[in-house]
């Protein structure tokens, strides 16, 4: 507040914070036309919970706030707590002495029903280390008392921004996640059939990979808002990220289109560069992996349909990670008039019995989240470009998946 008192007068602002003086609470009140603790009504303002057992404070509280936000207040921890459960609060502003339950209780509490509010919490001189305490156990912020009204002010405004957004990107990863969860359930609902519903459920297996990445880069989305305050350079970091999302839903609309065109016999081929595609894939698919390497030529080309080989690579490289591969290797090379690609990895490896059928007969998956879709994908890409799939022990652990394609006729590269 800027305004002056005269002399000898105290300021608005320890007026209003100097809560012994049961008089100016009087003056305050009778400036309201309606009660201090009646809640503001439904106005899409954000939310603010008051936990106080003092009178004084809580209600100048309300009255401080009520312009900009819509606050309700509770002289109980447990008042507060079954509010929470009904409603949902962008801020809560708890003191942490209070009877019956104290703040860091409450605190504690509050934080298993909602991770994304933030919560003030209020200390009066010798409760400094609990409210530093009450940090290491979620709060956002702590404040002394008596409180300065600007300073109340501000931090209500800044933490409450904050807890929408983070409320705005939780409620966009569980609906994500709630749409890939449906997509897994039809998979499992329909494995391997003929004709249409073959390429219909493998339309939806390569629908669902994009979404694992989306949810991926929306969770970083997430950790960098809250690791970072709403004034730090993280912005551009999260334009980077969403510059990716966009780049891995076009893969989806791509994908898409591929598998239409090839159920009426319209894909038309050109010139692929295999080292292209194998870091495209890497960088946008899977986040820039660190356990994912690509080596080998880079002049090496095949003609065939660009995200049909995506397809494939990505669906190998998947279920590398899958068997818990911590470093899979792309290698392109060429010999013979031929494109080879292959797929190393040092995960778990695929047992005999596995290995025999592997690339004859259509498999179910042992993996409980799978469908064993992914590898008769890579069969099918691999007929349709007149390749040779092939499967065999990596020396060193793991499983080697060779992809060999015929040479591009005029783009035959160096081994």
């Given at each position: 507040?800027h305004?002056h008192?005269?002399?000898g007068m105290?300021?608005p602002?320890?007026m209003?914070a100097?809560l012994?003086?049961?008089c100016t609470?009087?003056i305050i009140?009778?400036m309201?036309?309606?009660p201090?603790?009646t809640?503001a ?6 939310k603010?919970?008051?936990i ?19 606050v ?7 008042r ?9 609060f962008a801020v ?6 209070m009877?019956?339950?104290n703040?860091i ?8 029903i909602?991770?994304?509010?933030a919560?003030?919490m209020m200390?009066?001189y010798g409760?400094?280390?609990s409210?530093q ?5 979620g709060a956002n912020e702590?404040?002394?008392?008596p ?8 931090a209500v ?7 929408l957004e ?5 409620a966009l990863l ?13 998979q499992?609902?329909?494995q391997?059939q003929?004709?249409y519903?073959q390429?219909a ?10 979404l694992?990445v989306?949810i991926?880069?929306?969770n970083?989305?997430?950790d ?8 730090s ?5 999260i334009?980077h990220?969403?510059?990716r ?7 989806c609309l ?15 081929g050109?010139?692929?560069?295999l080292?292209?595609?194998a870091?495209?894939?890497?960088d946008?698919?899977?986040?820039d992996?660190a ?6 030529a880079?002049?090496v ?5 660009r995200?049909?080989?995506v397809?494939a690579l ?11 591969a911590t470093?899979i290797?792309?290698s392109i090379?060429?010999?013979?008039g031929r494109a080879?690609l292959s797929v190393?990895?040092n995960?778990?490896?695929?047992p005999p019995?596995?290995m025999?059928?592997?690339?004859k ?8 989240h799978?469908?064993?879709?992914g590898?008769t994908?890579?069969?099918h890409i691999?007929?349709?470009h007149?390749?040779e ?8 652990g ?6 060999e394609?015929?040479l591009?006729?005029s783009?035959?590269?160096r081994?």
């Open positions: 507040m305004c008192a005269p002399q105290a300021q602002s320890s209003i100097n012994g003086n049961s609470l009087r009140f009778s309201l036309d309606a201090p603790t809640p009504k439904a106005s899409g303002r954000p603010v919970l008051v106080d057992d003092e009178l004084g404070p809580r209600e100048s509280m309300s009255y401080l706030l009520q312009d900009e936000f819509e309700q207040t509770v002289d109980r921890v447990d507060g707590l079954a509010l929470a459960k009904a409603e949902s809560v502003i708890m003191d942490i002495r009877p019956q339950k703040g209780q409450g605190l504690e509490e509050f934080r298993k909602d991770t994304d509010a919560v003030i200390t009066g409760a400094l280390a409210a305490a009450a940090m290491s156990l702590y404040l002394k008392k409180f300065d009204v600007d300073v109340l002010q501000a405004r800044r933490h409450a921004a904050e807890a983070r409320k705005k990107r939780t569980k609906h994500l996640e709630g749409m890939y969860e449906s997509v897994k359930t039809e499992k609902k329909h391997m003929v004709g519903g390429a459920a493998e339309m939806v297996h390569d629908i669902c990979n994009p694992v989306t991926g880069y929306t970083m989305l997430l960098e808002v809250r690791r970072q305050p709403t004034d350079p993280s912005i551009q970091r334009i990220y969403t510059e999302l966009e780049h891995c839903s076009s893969f791509h994908l898409a289109e591929s598998w239409r065109q090839s159920t009426r016999h319209q894909t038309q050109g010139s692929v560069n080292h292209a595609v870091e495209e894939t890497r946008v698919l899977f986040f992996s356990r994912i390497e690509v080596e080998g880079k002049d080309t095949i003609t065939g349909v995200y049909e080989i397809r990505q669906n190998l490289l998947k279920n590398s990670l899958e068997a818990g470093r290797v792309i090379r060429s010999a013979a080879i190393a990895d995960g778990s490896g695929l019995e596995a025999a059928v592997i690339l007969k259509p498999i179910e998956s042992t993996k409980p799978g469908t064993g879709l590898l994908i890579c069969r691999a007929a349709a007149k390749a799939l092939k499967v065999a022990t990596n020396p060193g793991g499983t080697v998946f060779t992809l394609f015929p591009a006729a783009g035959a590269g081994p």
